[in-house]
């Protein structure tokens, strides 16, 4: 039998992980799912020396400084973390198959310990990449009102109350055209006795934001919605009912579309 005699090691441990999670699979971040591809980043901030891979559903970061060539066999001691020092990470995510929104992000990475807990970033599916099931969900565009203008890149939220149960909240994340659909996937069946549920939607949006530039969803404010049935009542949030299995069009009083106003 041929010994195996290992010539050199070279050392390299990841400066960071980023996560990116599917923001309508649960309501905190902690319990998302992570995306089923990989992402294209665009990066507007980096050091030169940090190196980029992508698999899918996150992102490894590590920096060329840090890499080391052990002659012959590593030993534990040459194996132990090193901490490259932290930096700046920024730049745009986008899903080269439209099935998520893009978004732009800003992290300080670089770990200084192991293991690397990484940095969560949420991202939303675009109307390409949603489907509803059996529970139905909501559907809408979003306009501002007075001047009509598309409210790209809007966080539609719907807080459901659920009898005996509690609470469940969905998210949604409009396009670039103002076009968002909002499935609610884990709506239970209605208990008995009950005719519908009660549903508070809300809004976060940006009036400076543009149909042509991602942003930040952290970046969105919270603003107010037009009624459904009562015309230029605005509040934040606007109640509704909903049955599950229904896919229901929501727009405000008179318009064809749900109108958005700041607070």
């Not at 980023?18 to 995306?35: C, F, H, K, N, Q």
């Not at 920024?90 to 099935?99: E, L, M, W």
């Not at 800003?106 to 489907?131: D, E, F, K, Q, W």
């Not at 940006?206 to 037009?226: F, I, V």
Request: glycine share 10%.
């Amino acid at each position: 039998m041929c010994a195996l005699k290992i010539l050199e090691t070279h050392i390299m441990h990841a400066s960071d992980v980023l996560y990116w999670l599917d923001g309508s699979t649960a309501e905190v971040p902690a319990r998302m799912l992570r995306l089923p591809h990989p992402v294209q980043l665009e990066l507007s901030s980096k050091p030169r020396d940090v190196q980029v891979r992508q698999a899918p559903g996150k992102t490894a970061l590590w920096r060329r400084s840090a890499a080391e060539i052990i002659d012959g066999d590593a030993s534990e001691a040459d194996r132990h973390f090193l901490d490259a020092g932290s930096f700046t990470l920024a730049g745009t995510a986008y899903d080269s198959r439209g099935f998520y929104n893009p978004r732009t992000f800003a992290v300080t990475a670089g770990a200084g310990s192991a293991p690397i807990p990484g940095h969560g970033l949420v991202m939303y599916p675009s109307p390409l990449g949603t489907r509803f099931g059996k529970a139905g969900g909501l559907v809408a565009t979003l306009r501002f009102a007075g001047d009509g203008r598309v409210v790209p890149w809007a966080l539609l939220t719907a807080v459901v109350a659920i009898p005996g149960i509690g609470q469940q909240t969905y998210t949604a994340q409009a396009d670039h055209r103002g076009d968002v659909l909002l499935p609610l996937h884990r709506l239970p069946p209605l208990p008995e006795g009950v005719a519908e549920y009660s549903l508070n939607l809300g809004v976060a949006a940006l009036q400076s934001a543009s149909a042509h530039t991602p942003l930040d969803p952290g970046d969105l404010a919270a603003m107010e919605l037009e009624s459904l049935t009562s015309a230029g009542t605005f509040s934040d949030p606007i109640g509704l009912s909903m049955v599950p299995g229904e896919i229901r069009s929501i727009r405000s009083a008179n318009k064809d579309h749900l109108a958005v106003q700041p607070s």
